[in-house]
């Protein structure tokens, strides 16, 4: 078995500010992916990485920049930090594509001040 | 508009009784995913479909791709079953998978 690991799992920033989240996958998956999760609603996708250096936008990624420094690990920055950006931040990853299984971390739960 | 649509949106059941979840597809789903978001927020597999049937204990699922639907039962519904309910499909010719709107489900004793 393998696990999905989010770091840090709480995140309060300042409006403004740019902030970093983590994520780390021991699985040696190929495809990674970064959602959305805003209080009471669904899972809207922000950015995926189908190989390390790769990067692909989803319907949600103005505002956001990500990195696929390597093939276990994914990140995603909020380029500056909105009120309105309050939400669940999750991580996810699965074999090659689409059309695999994904696992999830446990999520980033972002606050703005 | 939703290209994955999940009803109900919300759910209340007796413990011990059964439901039927729903999700129709807006795009041309070759595979589905069901999870389960618990009360903690942790997302739990429940099944990956191809078309056709998968069982697991309490739960069933179908998938028919023709008609961009499927189909999520539960029997026998338990306390621990309470969380909201989501169904997933990757948008053709790309790796974008795209979850329905969910649906909000409480196990009553």
């Known amino acids: 078995g393998g696990i999905i690991t989010q770091t840090p799992k709480f995140l309060i920033g300042q409006e403004g500010q740019k902030l970093t989240l983590k994520c780390q996958q021991n699985f040696n998956h190929d495809t990674m992916y970064w959602y959305r999760q805003d209080s009471g609603k669904g899972l809207r996708l922000i950015y995926y990485?189908?190989?390390?250096?790769?990067?692909q936008k989803g319907d949600l990624s103005e505002g956001y920049d990500a990195s696929r420094e390597k093939k276990s690990s994914f990140s995603l920055t909020v380029t500056s930090a909105q009120k309105n950006e309050m939400a669940v931040f999750l991580c996810?990853?699965?074999?090659?594509?689409?059309?695999?299984?994904?696992?999830f971390g446990s999520g980033t739960r972002l606050t703005v001040l | 508009g939703d290209k994955v649509k999940q009803s109900p949106s919300a759910l209340s059941l007796q413990e011990g009784t059964n439901s039927a979840l729903r999700c129709n597809f807006s795009i041309a789903a070759t595979t589905v995913q069901w999870f389960l978001q618990n009360p903690r927020g942790s997302l739990i597999n429940l099944f990956y479909?191809?078309?056709g049937t998968k069982e697991n204990g309490r739960l069933k699922s179908a998938f028919d791709s023709k008609e961009s639907y499927s189909t999520l039962h539960i029997r026998d519904a338990q306390l621990e079953d309470s969380g909201t309910y989501f169904c997933a499909a990757p948008s053709s010719n790309t790796n974008k998978v795209v979850f329905g709107t969910g649906t909000r489900l409480q196990v009553l004793p």
């Open positions: 990485s189908i190989t390390e250096n790769d990067l």
């Open positions: 996810a990853s699965s074999i090659a594509s689409s059309a695999e299984t994904l696992y």
């Open positions: 479909l191809v078309p």
